[in-house]
């Protein structure tokens, strides 16, 4: 079971930019797919972004993309999230979390595994 921990959410201004970050326990870092998932009050949790696990392949939620970007440091068991151009919509608690297997074909809430606790980003406007 990999342990995740998330940092860097806050409170931004519209426009502004947050860099989140995830640190994973465990020596197989490198082969998992990790992804990231936002949760907003009184909405279901939703995908936001995938990584392979050599970082060669990246997907994106429609909502951000062209605004996030997702890479990682194997070296550092680290996944990062960097959001740009934020906006009041992007508000939400962003998890991460590791996907069951290393196909990136879906990427519903099911098909990932461990998750982190959460961190809260706010975008104010």
């Known amino acids: 079971q990999v342990q995740l921990v998330e940092s860097g959410g806050g409170l931004v201004q519209a426009g502004g930019s947050l860099r989140l970050s995830c640190a994973a326990s465990g020596r197989t870092f490198s082969s998992y797919v990790m992804g990231w998932f936002r949760q907003a009050p009184g909405k279901e949790r939703e995908f936001v972004a995938a990584?392979?696990?050599?970082?060669?392949?990246?997907v994106f939620a429609n909502s951000v993309k062209g605004r996030f970007t997702i890479s990682r440091d194997n070296a550092k068991n680290t996944v990062y999230l960097q959001m740009n151009s934020l906006k009041p919509e992007d508000t939400a608690v962003y998890y991460c979390?590791?996907?069951?297997?290393?196909?990136?074909?879906?990427?519903?809430?099911?098909?990932?595994?461990?998750w982190g606790q959460g961190t809260q980003v706010t975008v104010s406007s």
């Open positions: 979390a590791t996907k069951k297997s290393q196909l990136l074909l879906s990427f519903l809430r099911s098909d990932f595994g461990s």
């Open positions: 990584i392979s696990g050599n970082g060669g392949t990246t």
